[in-house]
Structures are given as C-alpha cells and as structure tokens.
C-alpha cells in the first residue's frame, strides 16, 4: 500500500477542536480503505510551554519524515511576551524553511450558499474562484540583517531586509504557469517595481520564465497596491495571482475577506518536487488564526480545518476524486443552512464545530452512496 503519514500539529487556541473534525474526516477514509496513518505532536504556544521553544528537534524530525503536515493554529496573548526567537509563530516558519516550502496556495472560493455573507455585493463574489500563490521562504521575513539597533541617545532602528534571488522567483512563477494551465490560464504577478529594487528583479524574472516556457498562458502585471484595490472592486477578473511573501501575506487575507469568512479557507504549502519519487514535503493548514477569545467554546468552524485535508488528498496523494468527493459534501452542507457563527444569517441553522463536522461527513456518505 501507499504510504501515506500524516502528521497532525493541532496548535493552540481553537487549533485542537477543528483539528478534531480533520481527524475524524480522515477516520471516515480510513473506514473506506485510503491507509492513512497518523500521530500528534506540539508546535506553538503549547510546545513552548512543554519544550521552552516554538517546536522542538524531535518534531521537525517527524514533520521531514511524514508524508504530509497538518497544522491547526499557533499563538495568542498567553505568549505575547516570551523572547522573540522563541514565540509561537516560530515553530510555524522553522516547518516552512527547514520543509523548504516554498509555494503556499491560497484559494479564495465564493461558496453560493456563502455569497450574502462577503462584505461586497453578491454580484461581485458569487462564483469567484480565485488562487494566490505566495513565495513562502523568501523576501523581508527571512532576509538579513533582521534586527533593532539601539543608536544612543533614546533612539533605536529597526531593519528588515527584503531580498530575493533569480532562482527564488524562477521556481514560484514556474508554479504559478503550471497551476494555471490547470484552471483559466491567466496569471497576475504583482509586486512593487515603482519603490522596490526586489519588484523589478521579480517582474523581469517572472516576464523572463513566462517567455521561455509559458507563453500559452495569458500574463499580466500589477502593482501589489493596485492589485488590492482591484481585489476588492472587481475580484472575478483574477485566475492565479503569484506575488512575494509579504504581499502575498497582506493580499491572500483580503481575498480571504470576500469569501465571508476566514473561517472557510485552506491552504497549501508545498516544497520542490523529490527528483526520485516525484513528492514534494507539504503542510497544510486553515487561514485563519487561533481565535483564543472562542476557544473550549465548541463554536470554531472546522470547514478550513477539513479543507485543508482536502488539499493534502489533492496535492499530497493524488487522491482528485476523494478531494471533490470533499469539496462537494462542504458544499452541501453549506446548501442545507448550516452555519457556524461565525458565517451565521438570519434563517440560517447555527451549529458548533461537532455538528458541523458530523454533518460534512453525513453529506459524504450520501455522496458516497
């Protein structure tokens, strides 16, 4: 049988509840043969409070050695004021580098029953179906120096360096070429050519490699800025979006927004492909953030969570046909009036995060005869 190892890093805050409706989604799989195994570990405020640091040498091991990540949620107020180096957010870009994740995939999915949730007009968010791929181990986090300089006399000098390297740029637009052969061949590269030294390298790489390879697909460029404001004036003019890390970051939030809920996003993060067996290392995790003021609450949405698995049975383990089986029984449900409340109307039925998750997988089972 394939291998196929998950590990699941349920996080803080809400992070273990809608961890629990991935599990159990991933159990109504099992049930029908897919062989997925699995094991927990800490990462975030949790690992700090039992390790002293953000995850720990024993964790990443077993992240480099699975098959596939799957990662909740890390941080809240509890740790606002341990050291730098050492807050929850750390373990998450330690996975990201030392996985080499250098793709994160973000979809942007308008679900119809959803579209009266999205701060804009219906009009303008039913049906929007729209991808950013953000550069993810690159750019102003990880760039150095990355420090504060105390200059005397009261003053101090924070530095953030942004820098990118042919070969960086080269393997994300490659990505985004390919992923958009696969949908409606258009890709939209945004950056800040008009201030940014790293905007004009970006823009004349990912000109150089469409040119090379991809000159099917239709390219345009945009400055990050202008893209944002296109995002939320006319969003259903995108296909594939590629754009640098903290552009990416700041957009695929705003793209989020549209949808109606943060609560309602996966993502992907993926790595280059194994030359010998043709896998990449992967984490997978919902958009959204930890949510401390609901957590123990039993009202978190899970649907991102569950998504999430989605993607890994997509990306990870070329399993298409049990990721739509998935992605219809999310619809579905979403169609008969169930909402969490964070996605919650009037007329709408509101359920927690249990009665969510039992009710995608009643659809499964209807789906699946």
């Keep these: 049988m394939t291998t196929r190892h998950l590990l699941l890093l349920p996080g803080d805050g809400i992070g273990p509840e809608v961890m629990g409706g991935a599990r159990a989604v991933i159990d109504w799989f099992n049930a029908r043969g897919a062989g997925f195994s699995f094991e927990e570990d800490l990462v975030g405020?949790?690992?700090?409070?039992?390790?002293?640091?953000?995850?720990?040498?024993?964790?990443?091991?077993?992240?480099?050695?699975?098959?596939?990540?799957?990662?909740?949620?890390?941080?809240?107020?509890?740790?606002?004021?341990?050291?730098?180096?050492?807050?929850?957010?750390?373990?998450?870009?330690?996975?990201?580098?030392?996985?080499?994740?250098?793709?994160?995939?973000?979809?942007a999915i308008c679900y119809p029953a959803l579209a009266d949730s999205s701060s804009l007009k219906r009009e303008l968010v039913e049906g929007l179906d729209i991808l950013i791929l953000r550069e993810l181990t690159g750019g102003v986090y990880f760039g150095e120096p990355k420090e504060i300089r105390d200059l005397g006399n009261g003053q101090k000098r924070a530095i953030d360096t942004q820098v990118y390297d042919t070969y960086e740029i080269e393997r994300i637009a490659a990505a985004a070429f390919e992923l958009a052969?696969?949908?409606?061949?258009?890709?939209?590269?945004?950056?800040?050519?008009?201030?940014?030294?790293?905007?004009?390298?970006?823009?004349?790489?990912?000109?150089?490699?469409?040119?090379?390879?991809?000159?099917?697909?239709?390219?345009?460029h945009m400055l990050a800025d202008a893209g944002g404001m296109q995002l939320v004036r006319a969003p259903k003019q995108f296909d594939v979006i590629v754009t640098d890390n903290l552009f990416g970051d700041m957009l695929s939030d705003v793209a989020a927004m549209l949808t109606g809920s943060l609560g309602m996003l996966p993502s992907a993060s993926l790595g280059a492909a194994d030359q010998k067996t043709g896998r990449r290392k992967?984490?997978?995790?919902?958009?959204?953030?930890?949510?401390?003021?609901?957590?123990?609450k039993g009202i978190a949405n899970p649907i991102a969570m569950i998504a999430s698995f989605g993607m890994a049975l997509r990306y990870s383990f070329d399993m298409v046909p049990e990721a739509d089986l998935l992605d219809g029984a999310i619809a579905a449900t979403l169609d008969r009036g169930l909402r969490t409340a964070d996605i919650w109307s009037e007329g709408a039925t509101r359920v927690g995060t249990t009665e969510m998750t039992t009710a995608v997988i009643a659809e499964l089972d209807r789906a699946s005869g």
Aim: charged share 30%; aromatic share 6%.
């Design 45 to 107: 405020g949790c690992a700090y409070d039992a390790h002293g640091k953000a995850i720990s040498d024993a964790t990443m091991t077993r992240a480099l050695a699975a098959d596939a990540v799957l990662l909740a949620s890390v941080g809240g107020p509890k740790w606002d004021d341990v050291p730098y180096e050492a807050r929850p957010e750390a373990g998450l870009l330690r996975l990201r580098k030392d996985l080499g994740l250098f793709a994160n995939l973000r979809p």
């Design 282 to 296: 992967a984490l997978y995790e919902p958009v959204h953030g930890s949510a401390p003021d609901i957590a123990g």
């Design 181 to 220: 052969r696969t949908r409606r061949n258009k890709v939209t590269s945004m950056e800040k050519r008009n201030v940014m030294k790293s905007g004009v390298l970006w823009r004349e790489v990912v000109t150089d490699v469409h040119k090379r390879s991809y000159s099917d697909v239709e390219l345009d």
